[in-house]
């Protein structure tokens, strides 16, 4: 039995989905196991470009089986409409290609107005994408979340979704003065939707236990980056569930042994969406240079939310902490095309803090906050590298920028993409 781990190194946005999309063409099965529809996979199939949301990257390769674990908030009506669109993109989205775990916690309509309402709320706002992810995840917590199990029973399940909203528009009334929400309408909606999910929900634990028994290649995708995790991250600027290899084992109920690999994604930058440090935050031209115009899909723009993402140099104090902690065995590093033609690149290999200096990543979000780059300096290059196939013919300026993270972060650069398409990722 095999797991291979494909995390987010960095803040989100590396590029997971075109990096799952690739090793899954070796996997039988690929598995979401934390997050909601707060994550945003972009996958370019020649013009086509589609971004998922909550299904798992896998579905674009045949005979590949794809599962929503545990540890994932589902969204219904997000996941109808995301159902239609893989449709619509020529690919059959059917229970034998999808499955749900019946223990995901389910997004109501109340997680995500309360969720507006707090992002509106002056001083408590942390840049959510406002999907409801947190407070599902608080429900749960307190053990009174909905799990999608529920659905089995559309009339049940919708009379429980109109008791949520009845109390969550108490709540709205009373702590933020915003108007109420549809208990009828929106108990209907969900009733339709839960029809519809029903068929795809399963024990999704003994799926993939099965799949391992069976000799089976998993690949776990993680939706959030590391630096995100509710644990491990910038708190309390992160988002509310377990985005580290740990994560894998408690949302999809497989043992760590069944772990044999793991793969974290970066970009050859560094790239943030909402509140937090960002300690090579980047301003002006060069990060207008770096971000893009907003023109092409794969610009620095939020697959889910279209926000601007804040952007800046690669950060190899924040990438080896990730990389340690998750263990990583090998780095996937996107966008490396972005950085051509630039005379010089910098990579930041320690911080300051009050004229002190640090090499390791602070565990507190206003100390971080507080802290200065150390940069080192590297030639860039002119060449054009989308083209490039073969690691060997990147130009040499190139080579000597991987090579350099891999001495900074002690992890070995396997996969490096020069643009959005299936082949130009280049694996060594």
Known sequence: MSITV??????????????????????????????????????????????????????????CLNIIGNGVVLNPRNLLKEMAEIEAAGVSVTPDRLRISENAHVILPGHIALDAAREATGGSAIGTTQ????????????????????????????????????????????????????????????????RHIKPFLTNTVLTVNDALAQGKHVLAEGAQGVLLDIDHGTYPFVTSSSATVGGVCTGLGVP???????????????????????????????????????????????????RPRRVGWLDAVALRYVARM????????????????????????????????????????????????VYEELAGWREDVRSVRAFANLPRNAQTYIARIEELVGVRVSIVSVGPERDQMLVR
């Open 6 to 63: 494909l995390l987010g190194a960095q803040w989100g946005d590396e590029g997971k989905g075109r990096i799952t999309d690739a090793l899954a063409a070796q996997a039988e099965v690929v598995a979401r196991f934390n997050g909601g529809d707060n994550a945003g996979h972009s996958i370019t199939i020649g013009a086509q470009v589609v971004r998922l949301h909550q299904v798992p990257s896998g579905i674009f390769r045949a005979g």
């Open 131 to 194: 999907r409801g992810i947190g407070f599902a995840y608080m429900d749960k917590a307190s053990r009174t979340g909905l799990r999608a199990g529920q659905m089995c029973d559309p009339e049940r399940f919708a009379d429980k979704v109109h008791q949520h909203i009845l109390a969550v528009n108490k709540t709205l009334e009373r702590d933020y003065n915003r108007p109420t929400l549809d208990a009828d309408a929106l108990a209907a909606e969900y009733a339709a939707a839960a």
């Open 256 to 306: 760590p042994k069944a772990i044999r690999r793991v793969v974290g994604v970066a970009k050859a930058f560094s790239t943030r969406v909402g509140g937090g440090p960002f300690v090579t935050e980047l301003h002006g031209d060069m990060a207008a240079r770096l971000r893009g115009t907003g023109a092409n899909p794969w610009d620095e723009y939020g697959s889910t939310t279209g």
């Open 326 to 373: 998750n263990g990583m065995d090998e780095l996937a590093l996107t966008k490396l095309d972005i950085l051509s033609g630039l005379d010089t690149l910098q990579i930041a290999v320690a911080y300051t803090h009050k004229g002190v200096k640090i090499d390791d990543l602070p565990q507190d979000s206003e100390t971080l906050a507080e802290c200065e780059p």
